[in-house]
């Protein structure tokens, strides 16, 4: 007898089909929810500064969380190796690594749910791999659709406050309705009241504007 993820009891097997019909959905799942998690990260410093207050305190990361999925160790480290475990498992070749993050995740989700019969029934890592995924999954989740979706706010851009040390803090600002009369940044604390608002949409299009042009020249050379 085993017991599968759900805490039921089975003969035989490592997964019952209840859970792994939700390991399947949550594998086809990450994949997304990895580049959806795109928007919420830190932008990388140093987008050009005009006139911007200088904060007196450093600021402290408020989306660590999404660091940690998105990078190293994160939902594509996770997904690839258990991958690799699964294959190793079989006396199978090891996976071969290739292309961006976004089409690695896709690729290791693919295989381990071409293999899932495999992981549920027969691989003694099965339940253990299902409550991997899931905890993966709902972490995700939790940030790309919280439970309220009311204070998940609207989407501005990226924070142009300049910081102690020069560079522009970049975090993804939100409206929310709760605080209809300003916007805070989640990063850096910076306060935006209703009166800064036509100022502070011409500072994100400046920026977005010149990170277009950036990546053209990137493009053509």
């Known amino acids: 007898m085993t017991t599968c993820l759900c805490r039921t009891e089975l003969r035989d097997g490592f997964l019952c089909a209840r859970c792994r019909s939700a ?7 990450l994949p997304v929810l990895y580049r959806l998690l795109q928007p919420e990260l830190q932008p990388a410093a140093g987008a050009p500064s005009y006139g911007r207050v200088r904060l007196v305190e450093a600021p402290m990361p408020a989306m660590g969380l999404v660091l940690s999925l998105r990078g190293p160790g994160g939902i594509v480290s996770v997904l690839e190796d258990w991958w690799s475990a699964m294959q190793a498992s079989r006396s199978g070749s090891a996976p071969v690594i290739t292309g961006t993050y976004d089409e690695r995740a896709i690729r290791a989700a693919k295989q381990l749910t071409f293999h899932l019969d495999y992981l549920a029934n027969d691989w003694d890592q099965g339940t ?3 409550k991997e995924i899931r905890s993966l999954d ?10 309220d979706t009311l204070e998940r706010g609207t989407l501005l851009g990226p924070c142009p406050a300049e910081q102690a040390d020069g560079t522009v803090c970049g975090a993804t600002l939100r409206h929310y ?3 209809m009369s300003r916007v805070t940044c989640p990063w850096c604390s910076s306060v935006y009241p209703t009166h800064s608002w036509a100022r502070l ?3 994100i ?8 042009q950036e990546d053209q020249e990137l493009l053509a050379g």
């Open 23 to 29: 390991t399947a959905g949550r594998l086809r799942r």
């Open 128 to 130: 253990q791999f299902a």
């Open 138 to 147: 709902e972490t995700a989740m939790d940030i790309v659709c919280p439970h």
């Open 177 to 179: 309705r709760s605080s």
């Open 201 to 203: 949409k011409a500072w």
């Open 205 to 212: 299009d400046h920026d977005r504007e010149d990170r277009e």
